[in-house]
């Protein structure tokens, strides 16, 4: 499969005009973060009922389209969709035509002539999402494209935090681990400078980017830093996007013994996330996983509501993720 090479939201190719899309949290607005969260906290209180399934978005289709392994992000789409009552079609990388050398292009093609109204993509390369709303009549999610942008997984933990402590603004959270492949930090950064939060992150020199600052956060290769903020947002070592052969770090025993989040490194009350899957033992230590003031749990259950806001946002409340000043024809 040919590499898209497209490195930053400036240089990705402009969606479709006739379409809304969620491809990048650097699309959003302060507003429009503050209408999906205040839509998922609806759609919370409706799953609380008995009957559970609305009938939102009954007769439209959502496909969910996964080129990399998922649970927690596939299988909420997929719940999603069905709590809303859409039709849904999910399609895995392996079994399909991709095994045989298809691309990407002729993959987004095949699915657009269903005719869905919502296709949900996660491909790991970059500008995997913006291709795909370039050559398809479909609103496009974008569920994780390489280690560019996640922006579900953002405001699903702005909603956790925002239901744990009453707000944002002012909030100090410290992301720890394997920022340098984090499509999730990128996101989260973003989103949490979007509502006047502030950010340190906190890792070995080798796995923080260089020049992120730029985004509006502050670094750190002490772990001890975490003990200034409101949360610790942990993060696994993402070996499948290392290059073969490159040594960030001495050893995974050496990581967790000197950025690992144990509970002696955090204050009393101090609250955890992290956006899975857990390496318990690397990362974090089974102690705090397992902690009442782990918001993990939280964060998934979070993300079923969050998904259902983008999904309903997307077909009935205007545009999600392009300003208008960046909607021009494509090329």
């Given at each position: 499969?040919?590499?898209?090479?497209?490195?930053?939201?400036?240089?990705?190719?402009?969606?479709?005009?006739?379409?809304?899309?969620?491809?990048?949290?650097?699309?959003?607005?302060?507003?429009?973060?503050?209408?999906?969260?205040?839509?998922?906290?609806?759609?919370?209180?409706?799953?609380?009922?008995?009957?559970?399934?609305?009938?939102?978005?009954?007769?439209?289709?959502?496909?969910?389209?996964?080129?990399?392994?998922?649970?927690?992000?596939?299988?909420?789409?997929?719940?999603?969709?069905?709590?809303?009552?859409?039709?849904?079609?999910?399609?895995?990388?392996?079994?399909?035509?991709?095994?045989?050398?298809?691309?990407?292009?002729?993959?987004?093609?095949?699915?657009?002539?269903?005719?869905?109204?919502?296709?949900?993509?996660?491909?790991?390369?970059?500008?995997?999402?913006?291709?795909?709303?370039?050559?398809?009549?479909?609103?496009?999610?974008?569920?994780?494209?390489?280690?560019?942008?996640?922006?579900?997984?953002?405001l699903l933990d702005l909603y956790t935090l925002q239901e744990e402590f009453?707000?944002?603004?002012?909030?100090?959270?410290?992301?720890?681990?394997?920022?340098?492949?984090?499509?999730?930090?990128?996101?989260?950064?973003?989103?949490?400078?979007?509502?006047?939060?502030?950010?340190?992150?906190?890792?070995?020199?080798?796995?923080?980017?260089?020049?992120?600052?730029?985004?509006?956060?502050?670094?750190?290769?002490?772990?001890?830093?975490?003990?200034?903020?409101?949360?610790?947002?942990?993060?696994?070592?993402?070996?499948?996007?290392?290059?073969?052969?490159?040594?960030?770090?001495?050893?995974?025993?050496?990581?967790?013994?000197?950025?690992?989040?144990?509970?002696?490194?955090?204050?009393?009350?101090?609250?955890?996330?992290?956006?899975?899957?857990?390496?318990?033992?690397?990362?974090?230590?089974?102690?705090?996983?397992?902690?009442?003031?782990?918001?993990?749990?939280?964060?998934?259950?979070?993300?079923?509501?969050?998904?259902?806001?983008?999904?309903?946002?997307?077909?009935?409340?205007?545009?999600?993720?392009?300003?208008?000043?960046?909607?021009?024809?494509?090329?």
């Open positions: 499969m040919a590499e898209i090479r497209v490195m930053r939201d400036d240089l990705l190719p402009p969606p479709s005009l006739e379409r809304r899309h969620l491809l990048s949290i650097a699309d959003l607005t302060r507003a429009d973060v503050e209408r999906l969260l205040g839509t998922a906290r609806n759609f919370s209180r409706s799953l609380e009922r008995e009957m559970k399934k609305l009938p939102t978005l009954r007769g439209r289709l959502v496909v969910n389209v996964f080129f990399e392994s998922s649970t927690r992000t596939s299988s909420s789409f997929e719940l999603a969709a069905k709590r809303l009552s859409a039709d849904t079609m999910s399609i895995k990388a392996s079994g399909s035509a991709v095994d045989k050398g298809e691309s990407l292009k002729d993959t987004a093609l095949t699915l657009g002539a269903y005719d869905p109204d919502i296709i949900v993509i996660r491909h790991p390369q970059i500008g995997g999402a913006h291709l795909v709303a370039g050559v398809t009549g479909a609103h496009v999610v974008n569920a994780g494209d390489g280690k560019h942008q996640h922006p579900t997984q953002a009453g707000r944002l603004e002012g909030l100090h959270v410290a992301i720890v681990g394997d920022v340098l492949h984090s499509r999730v930090a990128r996101s989260l950064v973003q989103a949490l400078d979007l509502v006047g939060a502030r950010t340190t992150l906190v890792g070995p020199p080798t796995l923080l980017p260089r020049g992120i600052e730029a985004m509006g956060c502050a670094t750190s290769t002490e772990i001890g830093t975490i003990a200034a903020a409101d949360v610790v947002y942990v993060l696994r070592m993402q070996r499948e996007r290392m290059l073969e052969g490159a040594n960030y770090v001495p050893s995974l025993r050496e990581y967790s013994e000197r950025w690992g989040v144990t509970p002696e490194r955090l204050r009393p009350g101090q609250k955890v996330m992290h956006p899975g899957p857990m390496n318990r033992g690397v990362e974090i230590d089974a102690r705090v996983a397992d902690a009442t003031d782990a918001l993990i749990e939280t964060q998934v259950r979070a993300g079923l509501v969050t998904r259902m806001a983008v999904l309903y946002d997307l077909l009935t409340s205007g545009p999600v993720g392009v300003k208008a000043a960046a909607l021009t024809e494509v090329a």
